[in-house]
């Protein structure tokens, strides 16, 4: 029989509320919304409080750069359990480039099961690692925000979060700024 690894947690305050992390030393095993217990998530044993762990504090600080605008994707060691199935409906969500967005139909199609759409939603629902693995990208065949365990305002929020960072970056990397002059750091003078 396989012994569970030890499980950490710390939480960590984001604009879109305190979220609870949880990793063993293999990697981020979850990440908890607030009103979301651990219980609920199916997570035992009971991690240990341990804000030093380095893989949550690799997680915070790129939480931090992800919110701040300064990350656009994540890379942390995962530790995930779940089926195979879910575990490759749950990978596949790290294709979906940052800012945009996909369908539950076209993320089964791109998993070789375009028939799949209501069990890739149902694998996203159960996704772990919000955010990390961004499942708020995947919306309804008809455009529509759908479920999400945050909730929809949140997913809205995380959507037009990256929009923004999207635009800004698209001003900055577009942005013809004049080259300037260099400065003359020596001044001649006549010699008399």
Not at 121 to 130: K, L
Request: aromatic share 6%; charged share 15%; with cysteine.
């Amino acid at each position: 029989m396989q012994t569970k690894p030890m499980l950490y947690s710390t939480t960590h305050p984001t604009p879109v509320g305190t979220l609870t992390l949880v990793a063993s030393d293999r990697g981020l095993h979850a990440v908890l919304w607030p009103k979301l217990s651990r219980q609920q998530a199916g997570i035992s044993p009971r991690p240990r409080h341990n804000p030093d762990h380095p893989i949550l504090q690799k997680t915070a600080l790129q939480m931090d750069e992800y919110f701040a605008g300064s990350r656009t994707s994540f890379d942390l060691p995962l530790d995930l359990e779940g089926t195979r199935f879910q575990l490759a409906a749950w990978r596949s969500l790290a294709d979906i480039p940052f800012g945009t967005t996909t369908t539950y139909g076209r993320q089964a199609a791109a998993l070789g099961i375009p028939t799949a759409a209501r069990a890739v939603g149902a694998a996203n629902g159960a996704n772990p690692v919000c955010i990390v693995l961004p499942c708020h990208r995947v919306i309804g065949a008809n455009g529509s925000l759908t479920g999400f365990g945050g909730g929809l305002p949140v997913k809205e929020w995380l959507l037009d979060h990256e929009a923004q960072v999207l635009t800004t970056l698209t001003i900055v990397s577009n942005s013809q700024w004049p080259t300037r002059q260099p400065v003359q750091t020596r001044l001649s003078m006549p010699v008399a």
